[in-house]
């Protein structure tokens, strides 16, 4: 009797894990829209041609009497937002630690971002100081949550499942933008059809990735289970508990140099993501139409790329497979600078070569840091992770703003971009991943 009531306690315990993987891979599925429709493909070109028709003679804007190109306008409104979210992940991240209320948070950041998201409805005319608040608000709000969701990874999936499970997350992800991006292009391109001028189409597309985002957040808020936290009923820890979690982690010193590597390389990463679109409207002169496809293209590859850096991690180990994409990212974007002005057909070639490892290294730099978090610490930890994930991702659209304003080339801007995924792979290849999991106190996975 003892034993068969371990063995349907064991069996219970293992149904319930795979449910909340299952509503936690829909958070991905709810968030990912976000990133594609709204952050990839309509608001950096559109945003920029709200500031354009604001603008001065000189091309300038004047947020708080500043004057800003209104070509570097998005850039800069993108670094505002994730250095808001350096200063409020931290905090979030040790509240949700220390009182277990995860899921509560999670829904509250989510549909912050929602709710501002779905408000670029409103964004028209020359209401661009409009655009560039809504911008920071869902951004920063998108780190928050994401750092809140990440944080399940190491309570959901055991060690050796954690490559898998975060390569299906970020699939679903991208099976979500695919399916979304498919529905703007249709709206987009026959918006004649549909009664629609393009702004007002676009406009459209922008509002229902927020109420995406609302509606299928409330799948991983069903499925998801709070766990207990270090201090049930605590209040909101404030500054000293921030400067706690900083002097934590310095003890983690292994930890913290994944995580350098990881800001540096990521940072390339997260700025490509955004300002890809921006490249090819204003630099290669393609249209809305032919940058929708090129991002669904990118879509629909991260899918296959994501689960089959998955399994090759299995046979080669995280690290060297991260390895491998930043080689893969470094040569694509090199290519890049090169591409014909006009010349679709190359445009979707670099698509699909960064659609082929895009989802691979996010997934796989994912779990690979949940086995470097010490236990308990999940969100105090991913929020550090999110930071360089988002939160320190401003020096790469900064860079790639400010050298866009001194040079006034896109394809300068682009090319600069480059060394950060040379010293990321620098910085990484120096950790050793298997003593830092030991020091962490985990598990060592047989393949890592």
């Not at 009182?99 to 948070?105: A, V």
């Not at 001194?406 to 060394?419: E, H, K, Q, T």
Request: include cysteine.
């Amino acid at each position: 009797m003892g034993t068969e009531t371990v063995r349907t306690g064991a069996s219970d315990e293992v149904a319930g894990l795979r449910r909340e993987q299952r509503g936690w891979y829909f958070y991905d599925w709810a968030c990912s829209v976000y990133s594609t429709s709204v952050l990839t493909v309509f608001l950096g070109p559109y945003l920029t041609s709200v500031a354009d028709h604001a603008a001065d003679a000189d091309g300038y804007v004047h947020p708080l009497g500043v004057p800003v190109r209104a070509g570097s306008f998005f850039a800069y409104s993108v670094s505002l937002s994730v250095i808001l979210a350096v200063v409020v992940m931290p905090l979030v991240g040790s509240v949700a630690d220390r009182t277990g209320r995860k899921k509560r948070l999670l829904g509250a950041a989510a549909y912050t971002g929602a709710a501002a998201t779905t408000g670029m409805f409103f964004l028209d005319g020359d209401r661009y100081l409009l655009g560039g608040l809504l911008l920071i608000v869902a951004n920063a709000a998108q780190s928050v949550a994401l750092m809140l969701y990440n944080s399940y990874l190491p309570q959901i999936a055991p060690p050796e499942e954690r490559d898998t499970v975060s390569s299906r997350g970020w699939a679903f992800g991208y099976a979500s933008g695919s399916l979304v991006l498919i529905a703007n292009l249709v709206l987009y391109s026959g918006h004649d059809s549909f009664g629609l001028s393009e702004t007002e189409a676009v406009r459209i597309c922008l509002a229902g990735a927020g109420l995406w985002w609302g509606l299928f957040t409330l799948v991983p808020l069903r499925r998801l289970r709070d766990r207990g936290g270090r201090e049930a009923g605590a209040t909101a820890p404030g500054l000293r508990q921030l400067a706690a979690t900083v002097r934590d982690m310095r003890r983690h010193p292994l930890t913290l140099s994944f995580l350098l590597a990881y800001l540096v390389y990521n940072d390339g990463i997260q700025t490509v993501i955004s300002q890809a679109s921006v490249y090819g409207s204003e630099e290669l002169g393609l249209g809305q139409s032919t940058l929708i496809g090129a991002v669904l293209l990118v879509q629909v590859l991260a899918v296959a790329g994501a689960l089959t850096m998955g399994r090759l991690a299995r046979t080669y180990g995280a690290k060297r497979t991260i390895l491998g994409s930043l080689v893969a990212w470094t040569l694509t974007l090199a290519a890049g600078y090169f591409l014909p002005a006009g010349a679709p057909v190359w445009f979707f070639v670099l698509a699909g070569g960064i659609g082929l490892v895009l989802g691979g290294s996010q997934a796989l730099s994912r779990s690979l840091f949940s086995h470097l978090v010490p236990p308990g610490k999940e969100a105090e930890y991913f929020a550090a992770y999110e930071m360089s994930d988002r939160g320190m991702s401003w020096l790469g659209p900064l860079l790639f703003g400010i050298t866009f304003q001194l040079s006034g080339s896109y394809r300068s801007a682009i090319i600069s971009l480059v060394v950060f995924f040379v010293i990321g792979f620098a910085l990484l290849a120096r950790v050793p991943v298997r003593r830092a999991i030991g020091e962490a106190g985990n598990p060592v996975p047989q393949k890592i």
